[in-house]
């Protein structure tokens, strides 16, 4: 089995949930045999994230290709980030680093386009939201992805960024949120919902969301344990 290399710590709720159904999902699908090696480079969230607010791309690139180039370096054949937001300078850190990362959009498009659908939602950090990092892929495979309204988009990134990234659940904020879910489903026809941040799955899933669920970390995941496994 292939050594998997995660670049962690934006946050540390969604790196948790990765090496645990990582570990978890191998050693049921061996039934019991096999649990993969894993390498975590976890970073430093707030000075991540100071990167990301003050737009200092190119100094966020750099500091996530030490990570990957650390992972790959000590052995890791399949490697990716935990976090949607990081995708922003995806391509830079894979050619600064010499290597090829797992995408979270081209796994999710693949998904996407599999089950058919062709109107979706976005809900993610504002980065997420506003920039094309997460878009570009789906909409050049010709499916309509749609953001919340501004209002709704600072609300979303500030219930992410004040709760979910430190592991608070509210029910208030799932009601929130799913108001904001029946509107898009009512005026834009949305079919399904993008969980565009790793940290959506611990308020929103196929049981309480309103349209279908696409949670990018559980697509991501799947991605991640099959080419380790191949």
Known sequence: MKKIGLIGGTGPESTLMYYKE???????????????????????FRKAWDYVANEKYDLLADYLAEKAKSLVDSGSEVTAMTAVTMHMVFDEVCEKAGADLVSIPEALKDEILQRGIR???LFGTIFTMEQDYMKTPLVNAGIEVFVPEKEDRDLIAKRILEELELGIVKES????????????KEEKGIEALIL????????????????????S???????LIKLAME
Do not use: W, Y
């Open 119 to 121: 109107k979706v939602a």
């Open 173 to 184: 904020t799932l009601a929130e949120f799913v108001k904001i879910i029946n509107k898009m």
């Open 22 to 44: 990582l570990n978890k999902r191998t050693d049921e699908l061996t039934n019991g045999k096999e649990m993969p090696d894993i390498a975590i480079e976890s970073v430093n």
């Open 217 to 223: 970390v559980e697509i991501h995941l799947q991605k």
């Open 196 to 215: 565009g941040c790793t940290e959506l799955p611990l308020l929103l899933n196929s049981d309480n969301c309103p349209v279908i669920c696409l949670d």
